[in-house]
């Protein structure tokens, strides 16, 4: 797996969506979880200098290794002059000696490191589920309150008093961030793989900014999950499975939108287009993750991923059916009932499909909707319409808004029944 580096003016949200969470968590080892917004606040400061310096000086040599040494340098300048060494932390790190080092490294294994114990460190049981998956998706991969709010489709009042509460919690825990040992990993990483699943999600089906998909978003929650692959303990059959479903996805990422970002429907995908290298390494973590007995929604998933990757033939979508039947078993949604409608639709015909959706009765859902247009074009073109036009009503994304209405507009260009 690769990162690519954008062209400047994407170049520093790039950089900041990259390595923001890298600079905290190290910063976080030094300065223990208590302290995290000083970490936050120095690495803010440290991208708010970059976006200055390199408006006036032009993009540096090596941008990474400027922005840590500029962090590094004002973490050195916060000591110096705010006092806050003798203030607020030198007798909390006298608790824990090994933690006072005179510098900070900002190489490949202390960041690695510092991003594994921050994963767990965030994941603590003393919050919630959900408080810890917010908590994660801040801290962890850099979400704005307004992008965690779209991802639990909750508002922002919500996720700031979640937010506000998690953090709460983690300071009076008084937990220490350290490499955990195996029992915490083990506890603690479903929460860690539903944040990254999330996080995936929210790149792949992305409804904010107006773009329908945020590639670095894909690119971080798998960098994330290939880091658990990499550690024996988290390197479980579910790690694999997540990793699998997530090279599957990425695989046709490139197909997935036109030249105007309009979304292309599966069928209509060019396969040339799609990426053979993600869909080999996605092979071979499915393998990785099937060398036990564990089951879990992400084997399921990365099975039906896989088959979407294969060519058509008379079994592919029976596969996919029943492993849908086996998931909405396993964990029921909204999303993965209308998706295994769809995949009902190829079995049984868009007559039988538009029965099952109509039962889900999901009135409020723009994939609902959107869903029941593309059954019913096939057949009553008015009725199509009307639902394409109740999703896009109900959508919030301008570009999903925009593919809505190219569906409408090729109806109405054709011959009603």
Known sequence: ??????????????????????????????????????????????????????????????????LYTVAKNKVKDYFKHLNIYETRVKNELKQDEHLVQPDIEFNEQNITDSQLAMIFAVCNPVNSDEQQVCLALQILCGFSVEEIANAF?????????????????????RFQISIPVDGEIKSRLKTVLRTIYLLFNEGYYS??????????????????????????????GQTNALLALMC????????????????????????????????????YYLVQATNGSEISKYHLEAGIAYWHTTLSDATK?????????????????????????FAFSHVYGNEEAISEVEKLEFTDNSYYHALLGYLYSTANYGKAIDHYQQA?????????KESLTAQIDRLGGAKKP
Not at 158 to 164: A, S, V
Not at 209 to 228: A, F, G, Q, W, Y
Not at 254 to 280: H, K, M, P, Y
Not at 392 to 400: D, T, V
Request: charged residues 25%.
């Open 1 to 66: 797996m690769t990162q690519t580096e954008p062209e400047h003016p994407e170049l520093l949200p790039h950089l900041f969506r990259q390595e923001y969470a890298k600079m905290t968590a190290i910063l976080c080892r030094h300065f223990g979880l208590m302290h995290i917004e000083i970490a936050e606040d120095i690495a803010s400061d440290t991208f708010l200098k970059a976006s200055e310096n390199w408006a006036i000086h032009g993009i540096p040599e090596n941008p990474t290794a400027w």
């Open 153 to 173: 489709l909750v508002n922002r009042e919500t996720i700031k008093k979640r937010l506000l509460r998690a953090r709460n919690n983690l300071r009076n825990d």
């Open 207 to 236: 409804k904010t900014n107006d773009h329908l998909i945020r590639k670095e978003l894909c690119t971080e929650s798998m960098r994330l999950c290939l880091l658990l692959t990499e550690y024996p303990i988290s390197s479980s």
């Open 248 to 283: 599957f996805q990425s695989s046709r990422l490139e197909a997935r939108l036109d030249e105007n970002g309009a979304v292309v429907l599966f069928e209509d995908q060019d396969r040339t287009c799609w990426d053979q290298s993600l869909i080999d390494q996605g092979n």
């Open 317 to 341: 979508w029976p596969h996919i059916l029943e492993l849908y039947n086996q998931l909405i078993l396993f964990e029921y949604s909204p999303v993965t009932a209308l998706n295994r409608a």
């Open 392 to 400: 896009i009503k109900l959508s919030k994304s301008r570009k999903e």
